[in-house]
């Protein structure tokens, strides 16, 4: 049964409080923290030496694809009825916007120590205590806009330069990689300051606070961000037929991706499963 | 549940039958996770022993934090392919030839990573670099706030 994902302002009241309700479950359990260690374990980064499959990669779409299934799977296994609805932040742009209701994700930190103190993920609700974290703050921080250095989400007309990629990815298949949808989607700008935050990237740091850092799942807007990523692969693979997944054979010895990357038919860790199996998604899920 | 470290995450990636390319993809990693925690010498099975404190590169107090980074001298790999081993040094390391470089923000372990472009992440910013270590330290500690890093063996 193919089921839909949602835009996160279309859902109703009891929509929002069963997502909210599963997602405190698997913390309770210890299932959410292990969700967090995984993002951790696998951020490697593209001047270190290694297999690289989720960031500053080819495979940073289908890696967080399989990754947000995961999660989805674990969520249902409370409440069959809940899936992970998306957050279009071209559209939903406002620290004020219904997303960070009380009744929902909760707000912007508060001043001083940026510590998130309504919603169901504050801290002194006391279902919400941080365990894996680069700070160690118990609490989940945002810094909603990064008013240090104000930086707005992405619009629209930014989305359409990734968007208009013909291409899924070029050489050399990391962050430095000028052309293709990826890269571009994945937001490694060019430049110093907010421009070299594009994208994907812009909406980890204009969250700030855990979803800036290495354990961004902590804050559980990724994953209604990446979400809305996975979304928008999804509607460029519909825009663009026969655009596969790149690249298709895995690069040989004299590159520097040599056993670095993956290829379209090779193996992701920690699950064992190729990108040309995640290519398709339409036999589990839909966005709405 | 007590809290698993990134090294018994790996144990039990491991144990459960991640291949073995993977696992040899994450070793540099651990590697790395590790060199922050010197003071407590570590786990015997990591073969690793804390080498000696080289050149300081820094030392300054910025917006009210202690930041230092210094360069540690070069250290034996456990087990890692030849090539490995120098990439993971040339990952945290300014210049060839140098040791990894340890970065401090007020006494505690701010894990860098490498970018191709040879610019510099941390864990408190993932998603931006910066040209250099020094560059780097700072800002994570204007992404920091108020907060703390976490202590060394945590992450």
Known sequence: MVYTRKNQNALTATEK???VNAVLALKRTGEYDEFVRIHITYYVSDGEPGLRVAHMTPSFLPWHRRYLLEFERAL?????????PYWDWTVDRSRTSSLWAADFLGGNGRDGDRRVTTGPFAYRQGNWTL???VTDDPFLVRDLGYPAQPIALPTKAELAVATRQKTF??????????SGFRNKLEGWGSGSGNAQYQLHNRV?????????????PNDPVFWLHHAMIDRVWSSWQKAHPGAAYLPATPPGRNSSQYRRIVARNEAMPPWNVKPSQLEDHSKIYRYA | MRPRSRRALLRALFASGVSTAAAVAIVPVVADARQPDVPDGGDPTDGRAP???HDVLFDEVYRGRH?????RALLDGPTGRPEEHAGHIAAASPGPGAGPVEVLIDGRPLHLMRRADGSYLSMVDHYGSHPTVLAAA?????????????PAQHL
């Open chain 1, 17 to 19: 409080r069963r997502f």
């Open chain 1, 169 to 178: 990815d070029a050489a050399p298949w990391n962050s430095t990689s000028a």
């Open chain 2, 67 to 71: 930041i230092h980074a210094r360069r």
């Open chain 2, 51 to 53: 080498g000696p404190v």
């Open chain 2, 138 to 150: 700072r800002g994570a500690v204007n992404a920091l706030g108020a907060s703390r890093l976490a």
């Open chain 1, 76 to 84: 249902q296994r409370v409440d069959s009825s809940v899936t992970v």
């Open chain 1, 131 to 133: 365990r894996e974290n």
């Open chain 1, 204 to 216: 980890h740091r204009w969250v700030g606070g855990q979803m800036l850092g290495g354990s961004s």
